[in-house]
């Protein structure tokens, strides 16, 4: 972005669950979770449950970066134990 913010787009697994649902479902989870519980999850910027008729022709839902690294940068040598 202009201003150097870093964002995410992200686009639903078909897989996950009924068509719209699941995108609606999770950006008033994100909503939830900022407004009413006050964790600091990454703020939706935009979103679309409607393919049809939206310019990217998909779901869609557009989120700050959330600040932080990447767990994978955390990870410990784990074995397996069966």
């Known amino acids: 972005m202009d201003n ?3 964002i ?3 686009l639903p697994n078909p897989n996950a669950g009924p068509t719209g ?3 609606a479902s999770e950006a008033a989870t994100h ?3 900022r407004d009413v519980f006050n964790i600091p999850v990454p703020r939706v910027l935009a979103w679309s ?6 310019p990217v022709e998909a779901e ?3 989120t700050e970066k959330a ?3 990447e767990a994978e ?3 410990t040598n784990c074995r397996h134990r069966g």
Request: negative net charge; without cysteine.
């Open 4 to 6: 150097g913010a870093e």
């Open 8 to 10: 995410f787009a992200k």
């Open 21 to 23: 649902y699941v995108t």
């Open 31 to 33: 909503q939830l979770l």
């Open 49 to 54: 449950f409607d393919a049809a008729n939206n």
């Open 60 to 62: 869609y839902i557009v």
């Open 67 to 69: 600040p932080g690294s």
């Open 73 to 75: 940068t955390h990870q």
